[in-house]
């Protein structure tokens, strides 16, 4: 049977996890904007991630996450040479890379490991580049290098002021937005609320935004229908027609309604595990 090794781990965050995977399929054909579902054991969730970055060299594929529920807590465990039972991907559309002049990349929280690799590409395709990421704290600022890096301009937010600028990321794009140039496009990621407000602030503006939607998924493979949303008024499957949408098209009180769905079942879940108990996932 395959298996797939964790080939590197870091700590971002006291809850953050950086995990470089072994899984050569996957890298060979993996672009920005795409996830993957990875599973730990037999019986087991099936966790939902967005790529934040891949070395087809190598083979690798780099997941970030939050350990926020009993699967990734069991997933921030796992150490170097610790396998992963399954690897699926890469799942979903690739982002729309082209040259579009100037973009805006914004990533919230840990919405700034996805939209790493997408900056990146959108440097390469040849737009100026102005990056917008924000955190809770300091502390749970992650990637500010790796984003200076890929953008010829970035701004950093924290909401208690503890680095940059103090509040939202949705600050500082009014900002640039009312310094007047000219914004071609704009990429948004991170909680949903982050990204329904981003999408009011362009909405005047005109300015194109697309967000990655993240909902409930199964199978990943557009059947179960698990990932259902609403944009301009149709029925999408985020897993297959996704994950990245217009956020002026997107239904966000449908979608926030369902993303809470299973809030409290997980929140029982980790209690049920934290207080010793075995396997409920049957
Ligand atoms: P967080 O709550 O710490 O927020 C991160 C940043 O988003 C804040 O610092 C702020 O700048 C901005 N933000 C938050 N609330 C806002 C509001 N009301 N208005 C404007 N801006 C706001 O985020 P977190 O805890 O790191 O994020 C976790 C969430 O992000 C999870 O729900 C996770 O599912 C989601 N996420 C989504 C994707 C994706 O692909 N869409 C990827 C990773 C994480
Ligand atoms: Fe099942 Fe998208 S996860 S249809």
């Known amino acids: ?5 964790i080939v590197a781990k870091r700590v971002l965050a006291p809850t953050l996890k950086l995990m470089e995977v072994e899984a050569p399929e996957v890298a060979r054909k993996a ?26 060299q190598r083979g690798t594929i780099t997941i970030i996450f939050q350990e926020v529920g009993y699967t990734t807590q069991q997933l921030g465990n796992l150490e170097v040479n ?11 559309l ?6 579009y002049g100037h973009v805006v990349c914004v990533g919230g929280g ?7 690799p997408i900056t990146r590409a959108l440097k390469e395709a040849g737009n100026e580049v102005t990056a917008i990421i924000g955190a809770r704290t300091k502390e749970l600022l992650i990637l500010e290098e790796e984003m200076r890096r890929v953008s ?28 007047g140039k000219q914004v071609d496009r704009l990429w948004a990621i991170g909680p949903m609320i982050m990204m329904r407000n ?12 697309i967000v990655s939607l993240n909902p409930i998924m199964v199978d990943g493979t557009g059947m179960c229908g698990a990932c259902r949303v609403a944009v301009g008024g149709e029925t999408k499957f985020a897993c297959v027609d996704g994950p990245e949408f ?9 979608a926030m309604r369902r993303l809470a769905m299973y809030r409290e079942e997980e929140r029982r879940a980790l209690a049920f595990h934290q207080s010793g108990g075995g396997c409920a996932c049957r």
């Open 1 to 5: 049977m395959k298996v797939y090794p």
């Open 31 to 56: 672009e920005a904007g795409q996830f993957v579902i990875v599973r730990i054991a037999e019986n087991g969730e099936r966790i939902p991630l967005t790529i934040a970055d891949f070395d087809r």
């Open 82 to 92: 610790d396998h992963l039972l399954d690897f699926t991907g890469p799942l979903g």
């Open 94 to 99: 690739p982002s729309e890379v082209e040259h």
């Open 110 to 116: 840990v919405g700034i490991a996805p939209i790493y």
């Open 152 to 179: 010829h301009r970035l701004l950093v937010a924290t909401d208690d002021g503890s680095y940059g600028h103090k509040g939202f990321v949705t600050d500082l794009i009014k900002q640039v937005l009312e310094e």
């Open 198 to 209: 981003v999408a009011e602030v362009t909405r005047p503006y005109a300015v194109k935004t």
């Open 246 to 254: 217009d956020g002026h098209q997107v239904d966000w009180d449908l």
